[in-house]
Each structure stands twice: as structure tokens, then as C-alpha cells.
């Protein structure tokens, strides 16, 4: 038998460069595979004592790419805690607050993180040092797709003042608050955000489904190349004020569909620096940090449903609603989020349609000052979760589990691989930098910012700075 050759790719992602690959290959095939989050970051512990009704704000820290997606996950849960109820107005611009976010993300996600795999940048940055390997397209496309991607740059900026418009500023905006929005609904409003959204919806059609489609005809074997395990899940989100959803939940374990229950969602540490426990459901789980754990590999836990590892995204949120997909892997990933895109800017104007100019969009009344409350809510990347008990208006506990942790996770107690750990078994190595492996992780849009949100909140230290 021949001897397994260790490979690692350090950064892995061209944002979030704490996270690290180690794969061992056979004569060119990765047999095994490790994704490690090196970096150790806090929230959750920060949380506790604080005011509940902070939680959309602090939790916006998490990550400045998908900041509104932790903000309205922490309104569901602090407002079914509280017993708050959320007016029609409110629901809407929250929608409309999100899908902006949605949208700057997708379109950042494909021009700046995954299509440069695929073709050849100039002779500067943030296209240097250059990867040789594979490279498919000719000279005038890959003159266009540089073109392309520096309009990017200008779009995504344009869906960042769509979110602006109704959340003050963005990232990290004030338009989500438990209880609703805190912006009023007038016409200047409307009209400049549908104004934004009919220009990226020219871009959507005009440049990148094309650019999408051109990558996709070159690199055909992509398509289904990465596959995850085939179990899929969706928490629903995009909520209309008669209770139907843009997404909806449900969950595929083992090519058999049911109904999403939370119940059966936990967490275990086994492979993680953390002291070691079971699987347990996040209102039962606590967070204490241990380097030294012997098996740990990463400080990303294993969230499991049913005891399972599920894929969470766009391609998820695609085959639980039943929808056209042309394949499981890196570009059937890819594809998925285009079309996603698409339709969540096209369902942007028929929520304009329906605000209504001055009537209210937030309620602060509460019928409690103590509960627990569940917040669910699908993500750029996928499922997000937040677990809340409030005690007399206060934190009590709080437990948080992001779409990178249900991709990426470590290996659970019983020794299964992640879905993204999964996605890497078989493929075949053509280049030195592993860039097969890197096209396959990036295609799931990796956030470990997101993934990691703990601190020991036994170690604290003071920072003292001479002034």
C-alpha cells in the first residue's frame, strides 16, 4: 500500500483566512480530508447579562458579510422569548432589508471568491499570485470576465445602498429590531430601492447568468464534481404576512423527505477544542473552550440533524423546494445561487408593491420579560439558528449555529465527516496547489468568521494600553 502524502492549503478561502485544509492523498486522490477554523473568536459568552433586546445589534458583529441574517435570527428568537408581535410593514422591509444583504453576498460571493478559479486575472491584485492550473477560457474571455468582475465590485455596492434605504446603513444596520423595523415606509423610500433593484437585475441578466453559464460549458465535469452526502436542510425564511414563506423548510435525510422539527437539531465537541461532551440541543448545551483536547482538530463544533451531517444553501434551499437543479457539485452549486439570486431580487418589487406608507412597522409591547425563544431563519450561506432564555429582560443563555458550522463542523462522535469534509473524498489532483480542492470548499461559500463565536469567559484579560 502506498503512503498517504499530506497536503495543506492556508488560507483556503480569499476571505475568512482562518480556515485550513489538510487532505491526504494516493497517487493523486484525496482519500481524507480535515477542514480546521484556527482562529478563536467570542460572542456567545459576551452575550449573557446583556439587555435582550441589544441581540440583533451585537449579534450583527458575528461577520460583516451577512450581518442582517444574525440580526433578524436574534428579533425571532428575543420576540418569541418576549411574546412581541411584528406588524405586516415590519415583516416586509425586514425581508427587504435582508435580501439585500442576500444579494451584495451572491454577487460578491461568485465574482470575488469563485470565479476567479476559473479564469485568468491580470498581472496585478488581487489577481496575483496567479494559479496556472486548468485554465480554460481564451484570452478575450478572460479580458471580459476581468471586466465583469470589477462591475461587480459596483453592483454589490449598489445592493449595499439597497440596504441602506431601509436598515440606515450597512453592514451592521438599525433596521431590525425585535419587534419589526425602525424605518417608516414613504415614497422616496420605495422608489429608490426599486430604482437599486432594477439595476442589479440588469446586471443579473445582462452580465452574470451569462458569465455563469460560459464557466459551466467549460468546466463541465464541475457540475456534479464536489458532491456533498445528498442529505439537505432548510429552516424556511422570506416570511409574507399571511405566513407562507420564500423558502421553505423541510429536510432530506437519505433521499427521503419530512418536516424540519428543531427538536432534532444538536451539537457534540468529540472533534473539537472544546472539553468534551455528547451531542446535545443548544438550550442544553454549554460552551468551555480546551485547546489541549487531544482529539480536536478545530474549533468549529458538529451540528448534526437526527444525528446526521446535512448541506445547507442555496443548492439545499433548491431541491427541498423542489426546484430545477442541474447538478450536486461545485458548479451545480454555483448555478443554484445565480438562479437564487435572480429570484430574490425579482421578489423584492412585489414586497415594495405591498408596504404601506405610514402605517406602523414596529410594536415594542411585550406580554413577558422572561422566556426562551427559537430563532430560525435561512441564511446566505444556509440554516441559522439562535437559542435564547431571557430572565427579567437579561440573557441568561445564548447558543448560536451558523450554515459554515452545519457545512463544516468537525467530525461528530461517532467519526462522520462533515459535508464539506465529504465533498472532497475521490477527487482527483491535477495541480500543486490542490486547486480542485479549492474550487469544491469555495462553492459553498465558507464563512468561518461566522463558524466560531465563543470565548472562555473564565480567562479574561484586560488590554492596557499606555496613552
Not at 439595476?199 to 447568468?209: E, G, R
Not at 422570506?238 to 421553505?248: A, M, R
Not at 402605517?359 to 422572561?370: G, I, V
Request: hydrophobic share 40%; glycine share 10%; proline share 6%.
Amino acid at each position: 500500500m502506498n503512503m498517504l502524502e499530506k497536503k495543506i492549503i492556508f488560507p483556503i478561502s480569499r476571505i475568512h483566512n482562518p480556515m485550513l485544509l489538510e487532505a491526504w492523498l494516493e497517487e493523486g486522490e484525496i482519500k481524507d480530508a480535515f477542514i480546521s477554523d484556527t482562529l478563536y473568536r467570542g460572542f456567545e459568552q459576551i452575550l449573557i447579562g446583556r439587555s435582550a433586546m441589544d441581540m440583533p445589534y451585537y449579534t450583527q458583529r458575528i461577520c460583516g458579510i451577512c450581518s442582517s441574517a444574525h440580526a433578524i435570527t436574534a428579533a425571532l428568537a428575543v420576540e418569541q422569548a418576549l411574546g412581541m408581535h411584528v406588524p405586516p410593514n415590519g415583516l416586509l422591509i425586514r425581508n427587504l432589508i435582508l435580501a439585500s444583504d442576500f444579494i451584495q453576498n451572491h454577487i460578491r460571493h461568485l465574482y470575488l471568491y469563485t470565479l476567479p478559479d476559473y479564469f485568468r486575472g491580470p498581472d496585478i491584485g488581487p489577481f496575483l499570485p496567479h494559479s496556472e492550473a486548468d485554465l480554460r477560457l481564451s484570452s478575450k474571455e478572460n479580458t471580459t470576465m476581468t471586466e465583469h468582475y470589477f462591475k461587480a465590485l459596483e453592483v454589490s455596492r449598489d445592493a449595499h445602498a439597497s440596504f441602506a434605504v431601509f436598515g440606515g446603513k450597512a453592514p451592521h444596520g438599525h433596521g431590525i429590531v425585535p419587534g419589526g423595523a425602525s424605518m417608516e415606509v414613504d415614497a422616496d423610500k420605495v422608489n429608490r430601492y426599486r430604482g437599486y433593484m432594477m439595476m442589479i437585475l440588469s446586471f443579473i441578466d445582462d452580465v452574470l447568468l451569462p458569465d455563469v453559464t460560459l464557466i459551466m460549458e467549460r468546466y463541465p465535469e464541475y457540475i456534479d464534481l464536489g458532491k456533498g452526502i445528498g442529505n439537505y436542510m432548510s429552516v424556511g425564511g422570506f416570511p409574507s404576512p399571511e405566513g407562507s414563506t420564500l423558502f421553505p423548510q423541510g429536510v432530506i435525510l437519505q433521499g427521503k423527505r419530512e418536516s424540519f422539527d428543531e427538536k432534532h437539531i444538536t451539537e457534540d465537541v468529540t472533534n473539537a477544542w472544546y472539553k468534551p461532551h455528547g451531542p446535545l440541543h443548544p438550550m442544553e448545551e454549554d460552551t468551555v473552550p480546551d485547546r489541549s483536547q487531544a482529539k480536536g482538530y478545530t474549533w468549529v463544533k458538529s451540528p448534526r440533524y437526527r444525528g446526521q451531517p446535512v448541506e445547507v444553501g442555496p443548492l439545499a434551499r433548491a431541491v427541498i423546494n423542489k426546484e430545477n437543479v442541474i447538478g450536486h457539485g461545485a458548479l451545480g452549486r454555483t448555478w443554484v445561487r445565480a438562479l437564487e439570486l435572480k429570484k430574490i431580487a425579482e421578489t423584492t418589487l412585489e414586497w415594495l408593491k405591498r408596504l404601506e406608507p405610514g402605517a406602523e412597522t414596529l410594536d415594542r409591547k411585550m406580554e413577558q420579560d422572561s422566556g426562551v425563544g427559537i430563532g430560525l431563519h435561512e441564511a446566505m450561506r444556509g440554516s441559522l439558528g439562535h437559542w435564547i432564555s431571557v430572565e427579567k429582560g437579561r440573557v441568561k443563555h445564548y447558543q448560536i449555529i451558523t450554515p459554515s458550522a452545519l457545512n463544516f463542523g468537525a467530525r461528530d462522535e461517532a467519526g462522520t465527516r462533515s459535508v464539506g469534509e465529504t465533498s472532497l473524498l475521490g477527487l482527483k489532483i491535477q495541480s500543486e496547489d490542490l486547486k480542485e480542492a479549492g474550487r469544491v470548499i469555495r462553492s459553498f461559500d465558507p464563512c468561518f468568521s461566522c463558524s466560531v463565536h465563543i470565548i472562555d469567559g473564565e480567562k479574561i484579560r484586560a488590554l492596557k494600553i499606555q496613552i
